[in-house]
């Protein structure tokens, strides 16, 4: 399977890392449409957010509120 996200999360592919931690990776979309769009992923393929166990719910959840609050303050986002 090919998946870009995997690939980015193994570091094959060169990516800008804004947020790297045990269970999660995020970084800066190559062509964002809004300032500011992080993808969020967790370490582990998931093919869709309903595949996501439900032990990284709350994690993925705290991540992305950080995020936003970051993009929201650093950016103006």
Sequence with gaps: M???FCSIVS???PADVVLDEPELVAFLD???VFKGHVLL???QHVDTLLDLPVDL???LLGAAQRLAA???E???A
């Design 2 to 4: 090919d998946c870009v």
């Design 41 to 43: 992923v967790p370490r």
């Design 70 to 72: 970051a993009a929201v």
């Design 74 to 76: 650093g950016l103006g």
């Design 57 to 59: 719910h709350a994690t």
């Design 30 to 32: 190559r062509r964002p």
């Design 11 to 13: 570091g094959e592919t």
